[in-house]
């Protein structure tokens, strides 16, 4: 059976169907490549990738010129680290980030480890944020970028983009930010938090997979990357191929709505998220909360059930999906890396759900998960030997385990 | 990734879930896994005088193949002698499950777990020697 609650909106959103609306003629009539400068194919699909731009550079007070359009977050993410390190190698070849990163800056990161360049991966508080006078300490002249996340993807901490983005300007250092979970989401401003390279994806935002931008800096500085791709020189030269026109009409509208939507969704979020924490909070004991409360994404709640473990919570709420950290859900049997890197205990790593709320979902329908997930946490803890020795005042932690 | 409809079943309705009196001589428990693992077993089986397995119980913190496996666990050891339970493996487990390969270990906990618990209840009977491949035993 599928899920009907969906409250895993960090991973992916449904396409609004106003976005469809606004892409499909582009599959349609008009679907000229926006490279076609002799007839009107061309200049209408050129026309709406123009306007799109337009509409995703007013999310984050950018010109439309510095927008570059991609197939997603990773590919922008590969851009702006790989394509950074290589134009300004002769400059220096160290580049700083954070262990919370997604993987898809942490292993182009790895990858230029393996080429000669050496990462700093900094360490986070157990809210998931960097330490600003770390970051300072770490920089050598050297330094020729600094990626630290936006806004974390598994537990919603929002870093201080401002004040890094100042170091770096201090520093004469680039600046890139994944925003890939705050794009229209939270107020992101690359001027000023002075960012000069910013990843952003259309489908975490109500719109189409497959599209996403990159933006980079064209004044003070002007920031270059080499291409990761070669064929043509689109897009100022840093991304060849054909453009995905639909896609980006996809996610031109997609940001305009958020852009315009913000206001009313971002309260609307907040109350429901609060509600989840304080419905599940009246009816069971021993959960944690994962992450910053007090600087967070408005729809995410990452919480730890102690005692019980995600795979098997997820099982019992099958009608609400939502995503753990727990390593059974992981091809690596590894839990959470991101969640180990807050101090979190391995067992409450294994014992965490995210519940990512979005624009679709309802207040109804987090009265329901909040019934669900109390209920199934209810019933494995009764089948928990964890519970039952902590019941008996046996303090988890002096346990001897055997290993396997 | 899709549960086999055996793994469905033991998770909405577990086997012999509960605790025995781990103090009573006849009942030997075994306790495997480890919190940060993500997953932990406890077994206990209940033995009459001619050391046959009267009852069983478990409780478990794991995924729902884990889940499984331990209640499936206690159903097959019920009603055999202690040295017939030892001759549960944990490949038995898998075929019945259709576990796949990611969640064979849930099997082999499950297999260690009879063991632990088979060899704690020999071990209060004859007030001897543990034997070899039975010390996966949490000791608080």
């Not at chain 1, 101090?343 to 995210?354: F, M, N, Y």
């Not at chain 2, 193949?65 to 490949?91: C, F, M, P, Q, R």
Request: glycine share 8%; aromatic share 6%; proline share 4%.
């Amino acid at each position: 059976m599928k899920p009907s609650i969906y409250l895993d909106n960090n991973a992916t959103t449904p396409v609004d169907p106003r976005v469809l609306e606004a892409m499909l003629p582009y599959y349609r009539e008009k679907f000229g490549n926006a490279a076609s400068r002799n007839h009107r194919y061309g200049w209408e699909a050129e026309d709406a990738v123009e306007n799109a731009r337009e509409q995703a550079a007013a999310v984050i007070n950018a010109s439309s010129k510095e927008i570059i359009w991609t197939s997603g977050a990773t590919e922008s993410n590969n851009i702006a680290i790989k394509g950074t390190a290589h134009m300004y190698a002769d400059k220096g070849r160290h580049i700083i980030t954070q262990v919370t990163e997604h993987k898809a800056v942490i292993d182009p990161c790895k990858y230029l480890e393996q080429q000669g360049y050496e990462v700093t991966f900094l360490k986070v508080d157990k809210k998931g944020r960097i330490d600003l006078d770390e970051l300072r300490r770490v920089m050598r002249d050297d330094t020729i970028l600094v990626s630290t996340m936006f806004a974390n993807n598994e537990i919603g901490t929002i870093q201080s983009i401002g004040e890094v983005g100042a170091l770096c300007k201090n520093r004469g250092v680039i600046f890139h930010t994944d925003a890939t979970q705050a794009f229209g989401k939270v107020p992101v401003d690359v001027e000023a938090r002075g960012i000069d390279l910013l990843s952003a994806s259309g489908h975490k935002i109500y719109g189409p997979k497959g599209v996403g931008l990159l933006y980079v800096r064209r004044k003070k500085p002007r920031v270059r990357c080499e291409a990761v791709l070669h064929g043509g020189g689109h897009e100022r030269g840093m991304r060849s191929g054909t453009l995905n026109v639909p896609g980006i009409v996809g996610f031109g509208a997609a940001a305009e709505l958020c852009r315009l939507e913000r206001e009313q969704e971002t309260p609307r979020l907040t109350k429901l998220r609060d509600r989840l924490w304080n419905g599940i909070g009246e009816k069971l004991d021993e959960i944690y909360r994962n992450g910053d409360p007090e600087r967070a994404l408005p729809g995410t709640l990452n919480v730890s059930f102690a005692f019980v473990e995600g795979e098997s919570l997820m099982m019992g709420f099958s009608n609400i999906a939502v995503s753990s950290g727990s390593a059974c859900t992981s091809a690596s049997l590894e839990p959470s890396y991101v969640l180990k890197s807050l101090g979190v205990g391995e067992e409450l790593a294994h014992s965490s759900i995210r519940f990512s709320l979005g624009r679709f979902n309802t207040a109804a329908e987090i009265e329901q998960t909040i019934d669900q997930v109390t209920e199934t946490v209810q019933k494995l803890r009764d089948m928990s030997p964890l519970a039952e020795m902590a019941a008996e005042g046996i303090d988890l932690s002096t346990v001897e385990w055997a290993h396997h | 990734m899709a549960y086999s409809n055996k793994v469905l079943d033991h998770y909405e309705r577990p086997r012999n879930i509960g605790a025995l009196d781990r103090n009573d001589p006849n009942v030997g428990t075994g306790i495997v896994g480890a919190p940060e693992c993500g997953d932990v077993m406890k077994l206990q089986v209940k033995v009459d005088d001619a050391n046959r397995i009267v009852d069983a119980k478990f409780k478990t913190f794991g995924c729902g193949s884990a889940i499984a496996s331990s209640s499936l666990a206690t159903e097959w050891v019920k009603g055999k002698t202690l040295d017939e339970a030892l001759g549960i493996k944990n490949t038995d487990i898998v075929k019945e499950l259709s576990l796949p390969p990611v969640k064979i270990h849930c099997s082999v906990l499950a297999e260690d777990a009879i063991r632990a618990a088979i060899a704690d209840v020999k071990k209060k009977k004859t007030g001897g020697a543990v034997p070899s491949g039975s010390e996966a035993q949490a000791t608080a």
